[in-house]
């Protein structure tokens, strides 16, 4: 692991600190200690939240928080290049549940190649 727990509980630190009342009620309810799980075909990233179907990982190639669905108990299954702060993570599950449906955005794994600027 690249990247050690005691900088996503400085990242969960900051998150917190920058979130709304109503998203500090939502992150208590769906908050846990950090937890490796396997992001699948990419290696190992830190689970801090877990909600229904859905887990809030730490995506260190990315520098960010990501929502992602999952099936198995310690598996992520997608990778997501979104790069949220806690905060923008939480608010987004707080608007899927205000709203009953998810409206993205999407992110997804790189695409390997040469970049080219448009």
Same mark, same amino acid.
């Given at each position: 692991?690249s990247?050690s727990?005691?900088?996503?509980?400085?990242?969960?630190k900051?998150g917190?600190?920058?979130?709304?009342f109503?998203?500090?009620f #939502? !992150?208590?309810t769906i908050k846990?200690?950090?937890?490796e799980?396997? #992001?699948?075909?990419?290696?190992?990233? !830190? *689970? *801090?939240? #877990?909600?229904?179907?859905?887990?809030?990982y730490?995506n260190?190639?990315?520098?960010?928080?990501?929502p992602?669905?999952?099936?198995?108990?310690g598996?992520?299954?997608?990778?997501?290049?979104?790069q949220?702060q #806690?905060?923008?993570?939480?608010?987004?599950?707080l608007?899927?549940?205000t709203?009953?449906?998810d409206?993205?955005?999407?992110?997804?794994?790189?695409?390997?190649?040469?970049?080219?600027e448009?």
């Open positions: 692991m990247f727990e005691e900088k996503v509980w400085d990242q969960i900051d917190w600190s920058r979130m709304s109503k998203e500090r #939502l !992150w208590e846990r200690p950090p937890e799980w396997q #992001l699948r075909g990419y290696g190992k990233c !830190w *689970v *801090v939240a #877990l909600i229904g179907s859905t887990v809030i730490y260190h190639y990315e520098h960010g928080f990501d992602s669905p999952w099936h198995q108990y598996y992520i299954d997608r990778y997501q290049g979104l949220y #806690l905060e923008e993570a939480v608010q987004r599950q608007q899927i549940i709203t009953g449906y409206v993205g955005p999407y992110g997804g794994p790189p695409i390997p190649g040469e970049y080219l448009s």
